[in-house]
Antibody
Framework: QVQLQESGPGLVKPSETLSLTCTVS????????WIWIRQSPGKGLEWLGY???????TYNPSLQSRVTISLDTPKNQFSLKVSSVTAEDTAVYYC??????????????WGQGTLVTVSS | QSVLTQPPSVSGAPGQRVTISCTGS?????????VHWYQQLPGTAPKLLIY???NRPTGVPDRFSGSKSGTSASLAITGLQAEDEADYYC???????????FGSGSKVAVL
């Protein structure tokens, strides 16, 4: 059974960079694509970007200038960075497995989520 | 202001059937992109419930079913149970936005 676990600071100051890591267990990170999604009361569920096991990335156009996703294959991890954060970036951040196939693009395994608050 | 519109709440008595609609447009559902549904129990992460409009992952009870027609999709829950109280979200892809879109979510209450 694939499991994902987010880790990283729960509090980030405005204008700084938010950094999170997702550790994948029960499967290899080299078999699928992996995505970051966040959830806030104001914006609901919002995808930030995803990374293919080859290392290619696709970002949400509305966030592209501030988001970076990378892979650490030996550690079976992938990471998220969001730069120049504001209070609007306060949300629960989820990592998930991205499963594009002939049934469409969906997210079949999710981490438990981690709350990140942007505040001074 | 979600791209996919869902009713904020749906309710029913135990054993009843409820449906949740997900209304999109010609740039997402109407363009032929598949719809997927997620169940989010209180305090937990979303869980995949239906993929590819109609398919249930292993372990999802057959009380849950999905359908799609035109620019809309629906999730039906038959034989409603107390454990079904949760938020439900639809998800698809939008060609105008070049990315994934989610519904605003529907809270199911079991009376």
């Amino acid at each position: 059974q694939v499991q994902l676990q987010e880790s990283g600071p729960g509090l980030v100051k405005p204008s700084e960079t938010l950094s999170l890591t997702c550790t994948v267990s029960g499967g290899s990170i080299t078999d699928y694509s992996w995505i970051w999604i966040r959830q806030s009361p104001g914006k609901g569920l919002e995808w930030l970007g995803y990374i293919h096991y080859s290392g290619s990335t696709t970002y949400n156009p509305s966030l592209q200038s501030r988001v970076t996703i990378s892979l650490d294959t030996p550690k079976n991890q992938f990471s998220l960075k969001v730069s120049s954060v504001t209070a609007e970036d306060t949300a629960v951040y989820y990592c998930a497995r991205h499963s594009p196939n002939h049934w469409g693009d969906y997210f079949d395994y999710w981490g438990q989520g981690t709350l990140v608050t942007v505040s001074s | 202001q979600s791209v996919l519109t869902q009713p904020p709440s749906v309710s029913g008595a135990p054993g009843q059937r409820v449906t949740i609609s997900c209304t999109g447009s010609n740039s997402n559902i109407g363009a032929g992109f598949d719809v997927h549904w997620y169940q989010q129990l209180p305090g937990t992460a979303p869980k995949l419930l239906i993929y590819g409009n109609i398919n249930r992952p292993t372990g999802v009870p057959d009380r849950f079913s999905g359908s799609k027609s035109g620019t809309s999709a629906s999730l039906a829950i038959t034989g409603l149970q107390a454990e079904d109280e949760a938020d439900y979200y639809c998800q698809s892809y939008d060609s105008s936005l070049s990315g994934y879109v989610f519904g605003s979510g529907s809270k199911v209450a079991v009376l």
